[in-house]
C-alpha cells in the first residue's frame, strides 16, 4: 500500500504531501497540513462540521479522500478571513452571538458561505434547509440564521 | 479502514481494466462507500476512483429521452435546466436527496449501484422505466436492473456508464425522510405516461424498490389522488427496524404515494 | 467595600451583551482544541476494545492477534492497571478494563463495554487492531429496560422515598382518598445522548518523576486527576489535568471523560511515551452514558378546579451498570416532582435500576427535566378529564409568590419556596403571546383543517439552584496582577461553550474597576486551582464568579489599605473608579497604583474561595434547604402535526425567563435558546434503540436525530425577563440559567398532545409519550379516533 503524492491547491496556496490511501482530506488537512480548524464531529459525513469546499463545491472532508485533492482547489475556514480582516459572515457570526463552543462554527461559516457564491440573497427557509448538514449541539440555530440573513444582505449592499 | 490501494483512471477503458481485480471496487462520489470502509464492512484491495472518467458525466437529450451519466452528481441534476424543464420530479428528487454536502459528492451512478433500499433514486428509475448501460455495453431496463436490497443486475467489475430517462406526462416523487439519515423511510415515485402509469416504492420494502401494480391499475384508470382509495399496501415484507415498524411504512407508502399523485397534478 | 451591587462603568463589564470570549478564534477555525493541539514526537494513539455481548463472563481471551496488528506498540488490560482499575466517580463499582488476560477472566456488565486497551502509532492501526481480539464469553441473561430490571428487582441501593402529609396531617393516599376526583396515569420519557460535536478525547504528557499532564475533554478536571492517580498508584500532585475549552459538554463530560484521560494516562504510563485518545462518534455513543429514561407512574386526587390535595408519584430510572452520579440524578428527579405546584400532601419514590446497558450519567438538568415532564403530565390529563384549558390547572396550583402567606410554599422536601416568581411571569407571558385568544383560534380552525392539526400549550419552569450534594457548593480562584496592570484570571470552572469564561471576566473586571481588556482568561488546570466541583448544576458562573470576586476583594483590600498608608489618607478615601482610584484628592491611574504597590512589597496574587450559603440537606429525613434559590421561566409552543403521517412541526415558540439581573445578557439568551432546542430534540425526535441483544442501534448522526437548521422553530421570541433580580445575594444578583431553559421545551410536548388531541376532537387524551417522534404521534391519532 504505498504512498500517494498529492499536489493540491489550499486557501490559494500551492501545496503538496504525501498521504496513504485510506487517508481522508480532514486527517490530510488536519494532521499533515496544520489546518485544524475542520473538525471531525462523526466522520460519517452527517454532521458537517469537516466542511471545505473542493473546486467550490461544499463538501464534507472527511468522506473526501486525500488521493481525490490532486490537481484540486480546496478552501477552508482558514482561507476565509483576508489575512486579520475578518469575512463579513466572520463578523455577523460574533455580532449576532452565532456560536457557542465552536466546534460547528468553521464548517457552518464554509456551508453559508458556498451558498452565498451560489445564491446571494437566499430566502430564510433556502438558507435554513442548506444548512440541514450542519449540525450544532449548543445553539437552537435562531442567531446563526439571524446572523446569515444580516451578512447575506452587507455582502449584497458591498 | 483496511488499507487498500488507489487508482484513478483518465478513461473508461482504464477503469473497465482496473475493475477486472476482483478485490477492486469503485469509488463514485464516496458518500456511502467512505463510511462504509470506516466501519469496515468493506475490504477491498484496490479502490477505484471513477471521478477522473470525464465520458461518464454530463446530461443531454437522446431520442427524446434525457440521458444522465453515472458521474454526474446530485447536485448537477437538480441544477440541470434541461432535466427541470422534462421531468422536474427528478430535477426535485435530486435537489432534496441528503444535504448540499451529498449533494455535492453523491453521483446517479454511485447510487444506483448500491442500491441501497432507502434510497432515492431508485425509486425515479425505476418509476419513469429508465434504461440503465454499463460498461459492459448493455442496456438494462429499470425492471431488470433492481433485484432485491443491495442486489442489482451489475456483473462482477461492470460499471454503470449511464442512464436514459423516458419523459413523462407528469410525475412526482414524495418521500417521508428518515430524519437522521435523510434517506426516504418510504418514498414514492409516480409517472404517468401515455397510456401508462407506472409507480415505485422505495424505503419500504426488505426486497428494495418495488412497483407497486395494484396502484398503477388505479391510477391508469384514473389518475387522481381518490383513485387510491381502498388501495392498500400490505405489511408483509416491508422493513421493521428501529426507524419504523413495517405496519407504518406500508401506511405512508399509501399517503406518499397520493400526495405524489396530486403534486403531479 | 464596596457595596455588592456597585460597579464602576468599565468596558464590557458585568450586565453588558459581551461576546463570547473566544469568538474570533471559532470563527477564524483558530480555537485549539484538546484533538488540534501539536501532537508531540512520538505520540501513540489509542483505541477501547469492546465487549461484543450485554452481560456474562469472559472465559478466554486472546490479545497476541492484537499485539501482532501492525503499528501496535502495546496492549493493555487489567494486569496492568498499577493503581486501582476502577473509573467510578461517587461508588468504586466502575471497572475501568474489563478483561484480564493473566486470569483469563473479567465480567461484562453491557454491549460495549471497554474490555482492553490497544497503543499504536496511529489512531487508524489502533483502531483496527482493536478488532482482532479473541474473545470467547458465558452470557447470561441481560436486564435491559426498565420493566425487566422493576420485574427483576435489579436496583441500586432500596427505592428512596419523600413524603409529607397536609396541613390535617393525612398522607398523600388519604389525601387522595378524601379528594372529590381522582385520576392515575404514566408517563414513558426517553434517554438523551449528548451529542456534543467534539467527541470524549484526552492526550498525556509523561514528564518528570513520572508525573503526568493531562489535557481532556472534561467537565471535572479535579475529578479526573483523582481518578487517573488512583488509577496508576499516583498521588494527586503528581497528575495536572488541563482543560482550555470542550465543544460541548452538556453533562455528558462531567464523568465521562474520566474513562478517555484514563486510558491515555495509562498508555503514558506504561509506555513512557505521550498518548492520545479520541473516541469515534460510533464508539462514543456506545461506551459513554446517556439521559436516564424514566417511566413514572402518579395518582392525583384534586377538586373542580384541578387543584391537586394529594398525589402519590413513583418514578422509576434505568441507571445502567454503575452508579456514576444516579444516585443524585435520580434525587433531582425527586426534587422536581413538583415543579412550580404546592402538593399538599405528597409521597414521591424513586426506584434507580441496575441493567445491562451503559451507565447513565449527567445530562443538562440532571433528572429535573424528568421529574417536572412526571408533574406536567397529571397536570395536563387533570385539565383535559375536567375540561379545562391546562393553563388554569397549572395556575390553580402554583406556588405562593414571595411573601404571600398563604401557606402554599413548602415543597415537598420541606423547603420553603420563598422566591416563587411563576405566576408573575406566565401572566406576562400569557398576556405578551396572546395565549388565551389564540388557543381558541386554533381549536377553531382545527375544526375545518383534516389533516394539518395544530396545538398550543403553555408550561412553566421552577428549578433549583445548587448541587444537592452540599459539599460540592465550593469554588477557588486565581487572580494574579502583573506589574504593568494587566491581570491573569484563573479559577476551577471549564468553558464547553457555555460562556463561563466571559463572564466570570466580566465579573472580574467589575470587581477591579478594569476594562474587561485588561483580564485575561486562562485554561482550567488542577495546578492553579485545586479540589474544584464540575462545571455543573448551572453553577459555574455563581459559584466560580464569586470565588473571583472574593480574590478580587483581596486584592483591593491590600491596595486600598496600601494607597492609604502610601498617600496618607484614610482607607474611607480610597475609591476604585473604571481603571483609576481616587486617592483624598488624587485620582492615580491604575497601572500607576500597581506599579507603586509592587515597589512597595504588596501581594499582587490572591486565592478566592466561595461556599454556598444557607443550604443543608437531611437525606435519611429527606428534609432541609437543599438549593439557594429557584430559576424560573415559562414558555408557550405552538406546533402542527400531519395526522396522515404523524410528522410534526414546532410553528412558534415564546419564552420567557429569569435569569436575575444578567450578567451577560447574550450569553444568556443563547443558553435559553440552546437549551430549548435541545429539550425539544429530547422530547420529539431523539429515540435511542438497544435491540433486544443490549446492542445500542442508534449510536450515529445517521441513526439518532438531534434538532437541526432545518427543523428551527418558525418563530422564536426569547426575552429576559426585565423585573428579573435574585432575592439571595448571587453575583451581581444574577441566576443561572445553564439548564433551565431546556425544561421550556415540556410546552412542545403538550403542544403537539394538543394537536393530537385534535384529531379526536378533544374527546379522549392522548397520552403521548416522549419522545413524540412520528410514529408515535400517528399512534396516538389512530387511538384519540378510535376512542
Same mark, same amino acid.
Given at each position: 500500500m504505498s504512498r500517494i503524492h498529492v499536489t493540491t491547491s489550499v486557501n490559494g496556496d500551492e501545496v503538496d504531501f504525501l498521504c496513504e490511501p485510506d487517508e481522508t482530506l480532514l486527517d490530510a488537512l488536519r494532521n499533515r497540513l496544520g489546518l485544524t480548524g475542520s473538525k471531525?464531529?462523526?466522520?460519517?459525513?452527517?454532521?458537517?462540521?469537516?466542511?471545505?469546499?473542493?473546486?467550490?463545491?461544499?463538501?464534507?472532508?472527511?468522506?473526501?479522500?486525500?488521493?481525490?485533492?490532486?490537481?484540486?482547489?480546496?478552501?477552508?475556514?482558514?482561507?476565509?478571513a483576508e489575512g486579520e480582516a475578518l469575512h463579513p459572515l466572520q463578523k455577523k457570526f460574533i455580532e449576532h452571538a452565532a456560536l457557542q463552543c465552536g466546534v460547528c462554527t468553521p464548517g457552518i461559516l464554509v456551508a453559508t458561505k458556498a451558498l452565498l457564491e451560489k445564491n446571494p440573497d437566499p430566502s430564510e427557509t433556502e438558507v435554513r434547509y442548506w444548512l440541514a448538514g450542519n449540525l450544532c449541539r449548543c445553539t437552537g440555530y435562531d442567531k446563526i440564521i439571524r446572523a446569515v440573513m444580516d451578512a447575506a444582505a452587507e455582502l449584497r449592499r458591498a | 479502514m483496511y488499507a487498500f490501494d488507489y487508482a484513478r483512471p483518465a478513461s473508461l477503458a482504464e477503469a473497465i481494466e482496473a475493475m477486472k481485480d476482483e478485490d477492486a471496487k469503485a469509488l463514485a462520489g464516496g458518500q456511502t462507500l467512505i463510511p462504509t470502509l470506516k466501519q469496515r464492512l468493506a475490504s477491498p484491495t484496490t479502490l477505484v476512483d471513477l471521478n477522473g472518467i470525464a465520458e461518464i458525466k454530463g446530461i443531454c437529450l437522446k431520442d427524446g429521452m434525457v440521458a444522465i451519466g453515472a458521474g454526474t452528481r446530485h447536485a448537477e441534476v437538480a441544477d440541470s435546466a434541461d432535466v427541470q424543464r422534462l421531468i422536474p420530479a427528478l430535477a426535485h428528487l435530486a435537489a432534496h436527496i441528503g444535504d448540499p454536502q451529498v449533494r455535492n459528492r453523491g453521483t446517479l451512478g454511485g447510487s444506483l449501484a448500491n442500491n441501497d433500499p432507502s434510497a432515492c433514486y431508485p425509486a425515479a428509475v425505476l418509476g419513469l422505466g429508465a434504461t440503465v448501460h454499463t460498461s459492459a455495453g448493455r442496456a438494462i431496463a429499470a425492471d431488470d436492473y433492481f433485484q432485491g436490497m443491495f442486489e442489482t443486475a451489475l456483473g462482477e467489475g461492470e460499471l454503470i456508464t449511464s442512464v436514459d430517462f423516458p419523459v413523462p406526462e407528469k410525475a412526482a416523487y414524495m418521500k417521508f425522510v428518515q430524519p437522521a439519515s435523510r434517506f426516504a423511510l418510504t418514498g414514492v415515485f409516480v409517472a404517468k405516461f401515455l397510456g401508462a402509469v407506472r409507480v415505485a416504492v422505495t424505503g419500504a420494502s426488505e426486497s428494495g424498490v418495488f412497483r407497486w401494480p395494484e396502484a398503477e391499475k388505479a391510477l391508469s384508470a384514473n389518475f387522481s389522488a381518490g383513485a387510491l382509495d381502498g388501495v392498500a399496501l400490505g405489511a408483509d415484507g416491508m422493513i421493521g427496524d428501529l426507524h419504523g415498524t413495517p405496519e407504518y411504512r406500508a401506511h405512508l407508502a399509501g399517503v406518499m404515494a397520493r400526495r405524489a399523485v396530486t403534486a403531479a397534478g | 467595600?464596596?457595596?455588592?451591587?456597585?460597579?464602576?462603568?468599565?468596558?464590557?463589564?458585568?450586565?453588558?451583551?459581551?461576546?463570547?470570549?473566544?469568538?474570533?478564534?471559532?470563527?477564524?477555525?483558530?480555537?485549539?482544541?484538546?484533538?488540534?493541539?501539536?501532537?508531540?514526537?512520538?505520540?501513540?494513539? !489509542?483505541?477501547? &476494545?469492546?465487549?461484543?455481548?450485554?452481560?456474562?463472563?469472559?472465559?478466554?481471551?486472546?490479545?497476541?492477534?492484537?499485539?501482532?496488528?501492525? !503499528?501496535?506498540?502495546?496492549?493493555?488490560?487489567?494486569?496492568?492497571?498499577? &493503581?486501582e482499575n476502577d473509573t467510578g466517580p461517587v461508588a468504586r463499582d466502575e471497572v475501568f478494563l474489563a478483561a484480564s488476560e493473566a486470569a483469563q477472566s473479567g465480567d461484562v456488565h453491557f454491549h460495549g463495554q471497554p474490555l482492553f486497551l490497544v497503543a499504536a502509532e496511529s489512531r487508524e492501526a489502533a483502531r483496527r487492531a482493536a478488532r482482532l481480539a479473541q474473545v470467547s464469553y458465558a452470557e447470561e441473561p441481560a436486564v435491559l429496560s426498565i420493566a425487566q430490571a422493576m420485574e427483576a428487582g435489579s436496583r441500586f441501593g432500596t427505592p428512596y422515598r419523600m413524603a409529607r402529609p397536609d396541613a390535617e396531617g393525612r398522607d398523600a393516599p388519604q389525601a387522595i382518598e378524601g379528594a372529590p376526583m381522582r385520576l392515575s396515569g404514566r408517563v414513558e420519557i426517553g434517554g438523551q445522548e449528548h451529542f456534543y460535536l467534539e467527541g470524549q478525547v484526552a492526550m498525556a504528557l509523561p514528564g518528570e518523576d513520572g508525573d503526568l499532564h493531562i489535557l481532556s475533554s472534561n467537565q471535572h478536571p479535579s475529578e479526573c486527576q483523582l481518578i487517573v492517580a488512583h488509577l496508576l498508584g499516583l498521588s494527586a500532585h503528581a497528575v495536572t489535568v488541563e482543560v482550555r475549552r470542550m465543544g460541548g459538554g452538556f453533562g455528558g463530560k462531567e464523568t465521562q471523560g474520566n474513562q478517555t484521560a484514563a486510558a491515555a494516562a495509562l498508555i503514558a504510563h506504561c509506555t513512557g511515551r505521550p498518548a492520545k485518545l479520541r473516541l469515534d462518534r460510533d464508539d462514543d455513543i456506545v461506551t459513554t452514558g446517556k439521559r436516564h429514561d424514566f417511566v413514572?407512574?402518579?395518582?392525583? !386526587?384534586?377538586?373542580?378546579?384541578?387543584?391537586?390535595?394529594?398525589?402519590?408519584?413513583?418514578?422509576?430510572?434505568?441507571?445502567g451498570w454503575s452508579l456514576d452520579l444516579s444516585?443524585?440524578?435520580?434525587?433531582?428527579?425527586?426534587?422536581?416532582?413538583?415543579?412550580?405546584?404546592?402538593?399538599?400532601?405528597?409521597?414521591?419514590?424513586?426506584?434507580?435500576?441496575?441493567?445491562?446497558?451503559?451507565?447513565?450519567?449527567? *445530562?443538562?438538568? *440532571? &433528572?429535573?427535566?424528568?421529574?417536572?415532564?412526571?408533574?406536567?403530565?397529571?397536570?395536563?390529563?387533570?385539565?383535559?378529564?375536567? &375540561?379545562?384549558?391546562?393553563?388554569?390547572?397549572?395556575?390553580?396550583?402554583?406556588?405562593?409568590?414571595?411573601?404571600?402567606?398563604?401557606?402554599?410554599?413548602?415543597?415537598?422536601?420541606?423547603?420553603?419556596?420563598?422566591?416563587?416568581?411563576?405566576?408573575?411571569?406566565?401572566?406576562?407571558?400569557?398576556?405578551?403571546?396572546?395565549?388565551?385568544?389564540?388557543?381558541?383560534?386554533?381549536?377553531?380552525?382545527?375544526?375545518?383543517?383534516?389533516?394539518?392539526?395544530?396545538?398550543?400549550?403553555?408550561?412553566?419552569?421552577?428549578?433549583?439552584?445548587?448541587?444537592?450534594?452540599?459539599?460540592?457548593?465550593?469554588? !477557588?480562584?486565581?487572580?494574579?496582577?502583573?506589574?504593568?496592570?494587566?491581570?491573569?484570571?484563573?479559577h476551577g470552572g471549564t468553558e464547553m461553550g457555555q460562556g463561563l469564561f466571559i463572564k466570570v471576566a466580566q465579573v472580574a473586571a467589575s470587581e477591579l474597576g478594569l476594562d474587561l481588556d485588561r483580564v485575561k482568561i486562562t485554561a482550567t488546570r488542577t495546578d492553579k486551582v485545586p479540589n474544584t466541583s464540575a462545571t455543573a448544576a448551572s453553577s459555574g458562573s455563581d459559584m466560580n464568579g464569586m470565588a473571583v470576586r472574593d480574590a478580587c476583594a483581596k486584592l483591593k483590600a491590600r491596595l486600598r489599605g496600601f494607597a492609604a498608608r502610601?498617600?496618607?489618607?484614610?482607607?474611607?478615601?480610597?475609591? *476604585?473608579?473604571?481603571?483609576?482610584?481616587?486617592?483624598?484628592?488624587?485620582?492615580?491611574?491604575?497601572?500607576?497604583?500597581?506599579?507603586?504597590?509592587?515597589?512597595?512589597?504588596?501581594?499582587?496574587?490572591?486565592?478566592? *474561595?466561595y461556599a454556598t450559603p444557607k443550604i443543608h440537606w437531611d437525606r435519611d429525613a429527606a428534609r432541609g434547604r437543599p438549593f439557594y434559590y429557584f430559576a424560573y421561566g415559562a414558555a408557550v409552543t405552538e406546533a402542527a402535526i400531519d395526522t396522515l403521517t404523524g410528522e410534526s412541526r414546532i410553528l412558534r415558540v415564546d419564552i420567557l425567563h429569569d435569569v436575575g439581573r444578567s450578567l451577560n445578557p447574550a450569553v444568556d439568551l443563547g443558553q435559553i435558546e440552546g437549551g430549548f432546542v435541545q429539550g425539544t430534540g429530547w422530547l420529539t425526535s431523539e429515540e435511542l434503540w438497544w435491540d433486544d441483544t443490549g446492542r445500542l442501534r442508534t449510536h450515529a448522526p445517521s441513526t439518532y436525530k438531534i434538532p437541526a437548521c432545518s427543523d428551527r422553530p418558525r418563530v422564536l421570541n426569547m426575552a429576559l425577563w426585565e423585573k428579573g433580580m435574585n432575592r439571595e445575594l448571587t453575583i451581581r444578583r444574577s441566576k443561572a440559567v445553564g439548564e433551565p431553559p431546556l425544561m421550556l421545551a415540556i410546552s412542545a410536548l403538550h403542544a403537539l398532545s394538543d394537536a393530537v388531541a385534535a384529531a379526536g376532537d378533544y374527546r379522549r387524551y392522548p397520552g403521548l409519550e416522549a419522545p413524540a417522534t412520528p410514529e408515535r404521534i400517528l399512534a396516538a391519532v389512530e387511538r384519540v379516533r378510535d376512542g
Open positions: 471531525e464531529g462523526c466522520g460519517t459525513g452527517d454532521c458537517g462540521a469537516c466542511s471545505v469546499t473542493l473546486d467550490g463545491r461544499l463538501v464534507c472532508s472527511c468522506l473526501v479522500l486525500a488521493a481525490e485533492a490532486e490537481g484540486r482547489e480546496i478552501a477552508t475556514i482558514e482561507g476565509m | - | 467595600m464596596d457595596a455588592p451591587d456597585h460597579a464602576p462603568p468599565v468596558r464590557d463589564g458585568v450586565h453588558v451583551p459581551r461576546r463570547h470570549d473566544s469568538a474570533e478564534k471559532h470563527v477564524a477555525g483558530r480555537a485549539i482544541y484538546a484533538d488540534d493541539a501539536p501532537e508531540p514526537p512520538g505520540l501513540l494513539h !489509542g483505541a477501547f &476494545g469492546l465487549a461484543t455481548i450485554a452481560h456474562g463472563r469472559i472465559t478466554a481471551l486472546d490479545l497476541d492477534p492484537v499485539r501482532a496488528a501492525p !503499528g501496535v506498540v502495546a496492549v493493555l488490560s487489567a494486569d496492568d492497571v498499577p &493503581g413514572i407512574d402518579w395518582e392525583a !386526587g384534586f377538586d373542580a378546579t384541578g387543584r391537586i390535595h394529594g398525589i402519590c408519584v413513583t418514578q422509576m430510572a434505568r441507571c444516585n443524585a440524578i435520580c434525587d433531582r428527579a425527586m426534587f422536581h416532582a413538583d415543579n412550580c405546584y404546592y402538593l399538599p400532601a405528597v409521597e414521591i419514590v424513586s426506584h434507580r435500576l441496575r441493567t445491562n446497558t451503559v451507565s447513565n450519567t449527567a *445530562f443538562r438538568g *440532571f &433528572g429535573g427535566p424528568q421529574g417536572m415532564v412526571g408533574i406536567e403530565r397529571a397536570m395536563d390529563e387533570i385539565a383535559f378529564a375536567l &375540561g379545562l384549558d391546562p393553563l388554569a390547572v397549572r395556575r390553580a396550583n402554583f406556588y405562593d409568590p414571595p411573601d404571600a402567606g398563604g401557606g402554599r410554599s413548602t415543597t415537598p422536601y420541606h423547603m420553603e419556596v420563598e422566591d416563587c416568581v411563576i405566576a408573575e411571569i406566565v401572566d406576562d407571558l400569557a398576556a405578551r403571546t396572546g395565549y388565551e385568544a389564540r388557543r381558541g383560534e386554533i381549536r377553531a380552525a382545527n375544526a375545518s383543517s383534516p389533516v394539518i392539526k395544530r396545538g398550543i400549550a403553555l408550561t412553566p419552569v421552577k428549578f433549583g439552584i445548587s448541587f444537592t450534594t452540599s459539599f460540592l457548593n465550593q469554588a !477557588g480562584a486565581l487572580v494574579h496582577i502583573y506589574r504593568d496592570g494587566s491581570v491573569m484570571l484563573n502610601h498617600w496618607k489618607v484614610a482607607e474611607a478615601e480610597v475609591e *476604585f473608579l473604571a481603571n483609576r482610584v481616587r486617592v483624598g484628592r488624587k485620582t492615580i491611574a491604575w497601572e500607576a497604583l500597581i506599579e507603586a504597590a509592587y515597589l512597595a512589597r504588596v501581594s499582587l496574587s490572591a486565592t478566592g *474561595f
